[in-house]
């Protein structure tokens, strides 16, 4: 509906400002919403016109108000010149009729965008070692909500886990690896284990000999780093079901070895590829923008024996996604940026397009002393089944404190989710129970909340909610309700086009303030408003369940 609307302005401008460089397109990129709603529904600036009609901008809204104001369309009421704008009105019975018959109408399809094309996304990508911490839960949370997202654009999404079979990590467990540890024990044996390897350094040539017996396909080995890896993926995916993520494709490093010897070739090609000191064989990445990250831009792809290394199956993995997938996505720590600019300046020598990356930002622990990161290595993490029962366990200490209803672990889980999806991706979140669990700040509880509190206003109403409107009066707050509802289409597309959940948990927020304002200013059960009000109501709720959904959060019936 606000994309109809604000054509219907564009076009209006259009058929009066004759200007070759200015056509309906360009003008609607222009159009702007007033800060102040008494200054109208959107705005066109003027200052942009003044070169070319050789007037000042308030000479020239004036002139245009004029001409347009002869010929408006039913959908708007008005148009006015204010301070070098012209300001148009939309006729409010029109606007809010419109806007809640169409959501009542497509209801969990309002907003839906029809894109075509299928979506690789990567992400979460643990290290099969232990369970996963907090801090890489970010990963989770963004790369599922980003799903949501691209599948409710309209596109398809296979979401991809690379399980980093050949690793040092599985190595060192293997050392110490009795066969039956449980998953929880996981971690514990590779804390010990990595003690071990500090203590003595001799433990290292053992580790590699293992890695080595793996790469050449020795049975034994193979078997002993299959059964720590299986046990550590079946434990990292119940953890991650439980929170409503899944996977289509889990896809194992070991896969790739084959693949080694003809990549090298063609990097071969490039004359980009060459023995270093070591014998190690090394891409040359000089002239691609690397040098001012790096002393020497190399890219070390394989040992002096010619055994690859992870970056060389990394590209291996990534041109095999892009066999299956046109478009590839992959959610990434920030720590991993340069590590991602090599694979990118790699993928490009050979003619290749890389993934569009999203990198994030860590989750910050609080401590005595401040915040800090977590360390799988040393042990020195919160692991993320500890801290959702965690978040379970306040849930329920709040919910029975407030004297009211809900389902803590939903209550618990959309806090943790919400906490961490509202914020950019590029910033570094300090994790705050108070504030996660606030029912009256920016958090899930509220958003829920809101979503409970309409929900408690549709029992106590005799009457259902009709299917279709007729306005009868408007109260300002019913017009605010529907405008920000109208959004919804807009705020998805942007999440989608910028690749960040927050805009969307934004929105989300900001429609429950409004949503709120117009239950405490206006009556709906047993007003002479009743019928359009409920469906108002009804609209909020389809809205704000899709919402939420996206972000991966559950709505509550009543809390």
Known sequence: MANHLKNKVSELLAKNVHLKNLKKDKIASLIEIPPDPSLGDYAFPCFILAKDFKKNPSEIAEELAGKVSKALPKEISGAKAINGYLNFFIDRKFLVENIINNVLKEKEKFGKGKEKGNIALEHTSLNPNSSPHVGRARNS???????????????????????????KQIAIMALDFGGKETFEQLLDLYVKANKKL???????????????????????????????????????????EELGIKFDKFDYESKYIKSEKNILKDFEKTGKLFKDEEGRLVLNQEGFGLEAKMKSPVLVLARSNGTGLYPLRDIAYTLDKLKRCKKTYIVLGEDQK?????????????????PEVIHYSYVLI????????????????????????????????????????????????????????????????VFNWQQALNFEGNSGPYLQYSYARANSIMKKAKAKPPVKIKILSLAEKEIELAKKLAEFPEAVKHAYSQLNPSLLANYSFQLCQVFNEFYHECQVVGSKEESQRLAIVKAFMIVQKQALSLLGIDVLEEM
């Open 198 to 240: 500090e203590q003595n350094p001799e433990t290292e040539k053992r580790v590699f000999e293992l890695l080595s017996k793996f790469e050449s396909g020795d049975k034994q080995t193979t078997e002993l780093f299959k059964k720590i890896v299986d046990i550590a993926v079946k434990g990292q995916k119940k953890i991650l």
């Open 338 to 354: 340069l590590y991602f600019d090599q694979i990118k300046t790699a993928l490009k020598l050979l003619g290749k397009p890389s």
């Open 141 to 167: 949370f963004l790369g599922d909500s980003l799903k949501r997202i691209l599948e409710f654009m309209g596109l398809k999404v296979e979401t991809y886990y690379y399980v980093n079979d050949v690793s």
């Open 366 to 429: 609080q401590t005595g002393e401040g915040a800090e990161r977590m360390s799988t290595r040393k042990g020195e993490l919160v692991l993320l089944e500890d801290f959702m029962e965690e978040a379970r366990k306040k849930a329920e200490e709040e919910i029975a404190k407030r004297k009211t209803k809900g389902n803590a672990e939903k209550v618990g889980y959309g806090a943790v989710k919400y906490s961490i999806l509202k914020n950019e991706p590029n910033k570094n979140i």
